[in-house]
């Protein structure tokens, strides 16, 4: 099964497919998000590209919490995670594809 394939088939269902795939798509811990946060904060610009970005429960964190106004943008490999990211925060810029493929992207779209 390819990379992309599983992805689509776990966020689809909410079954147990087995060793590695969890039987619900995990949630994170309000501090978990705080932690992460604050060990990236100091690194963020402008603009914002999370990468695997799932349905982009990171990005509704960095939204609601961060001081500035951002642009987000999401790089995800499965169309049904980045349909659900954007149902959940439509002002996420979400782009189906993988961080092993041809950047999707424009140069310097994002900060240094």
Known sequence: ????????KYWQSEKDYGEGHAQ????????ELKMFYRSI??????????????????LEYLQ??????LVLSALELSSTAAE?????NPAVNYRIGSA?????FED???DK
């Not at 619900?24 to 501090?31: C, M």
């Not at 590209?49 to 990171?58: N, P, S, Y």
């Not at 659900?84 to 959940?88: A, V, W």
């Open 1 to 8: 099964m390819s990379t992309k394939a599983y992805y689509e």
């Open 24 to 31: 619900q798509v995990p949630q994170w811990p309000e501090r």
């Open 41 to 58: 904060k100091k690194f963020i610009g402008k603009r914002v590209l999370d990468i695997g970005a799932g349905e982009g429960i990171f």
């Open 64 to 69: 609601k919490n961060h001081s500035e106004q």
């Open 84 to 88: 659900k990211g954007k149902k959940r």
């Open 100 to 104: 092993d493929d041809r950047y999707v």
């Open 108 to 110: 310097g779209e994002f």
